[in-house]
């Protein structure tokens, strides 16, 4: 009896033992692997987008982020482009100065520059931005209006009838604002470099000037009168 007391004793510890390491494992495999996921996440997000997520706008001017990308972030063959979409929910002018005041805190300043915009725009906000080496432009504008069929009713959302903020008037609805905001490389950026001369020189070689007479006037002898 005493031979099988020690041995189901021993059991134990083993069976406690085993638990304890596998508890230790499973302890070390959770705190590694969030670590690890985010150092993974963090290396390959964009660290564009990372700072334009840290852009101190208010919640109602960041509505459906839409990112898109193209080009290499180390600029292989081509350099990266970013574009992001953004809705606000209020109009343009109230959006335009909430994004500057946020690209302000963030290190971003104002770029004049010729191509910015590349076409005049009316009732809307186009500006530019430089910080460190890249390049930004802001646009925002009304959204374009989704036109309802007449036999088609709108009915407001709860948080409108509470509001009293109804669709505007005429089967449209064009509230709130649509952001644009564009990055690219300064190296990458046509409008850091200079701008083509419009020297004549710089165009091609003049063509030499077309003559006027006959070119074979000084070699024939002058006729005298006889």
Known sequence: MRGARAELRRQLREQRRLR????LLASLLVL????TYFGIRAATRDPVFTALDALAVPAWAERDIVDGVSGSRWCLL?????????ESERP????ARAYESALTQEGWRPWKVDLCPE????????SCWRRDELTLDLWVRPPTCQEVLPDQPTVPSAGDAESGDAAAPGGTDCRG?????????????????PRP?????????????????DPLSDLLPTPTPS
């Open 78 to 86: 081509e350099c990266r482009f970013r574009e992001r979409t953004i």
């Open 177 to 193: 604002s649509v952001v644009s905001i564009k990055v690219r490389n300064a190296i990458a950026d046509d409008r850091t470099g």
């Open 20 to 23: 304890t390491i596998a508890l």
């Open 197 to 213: 001369s419009t020297d004549p020189s710089l165009t091609g070689v003049d063509p030499d000037p077309l003559p006027t007479g």
């Open 32 to 35: 590694g692997a969030l670590p």
């Open 119 to 126: 076409q005049p725009v009316e009732n809307q906000h186009y």
């Open 92 to 95: 343009w002018e109230e959006t």
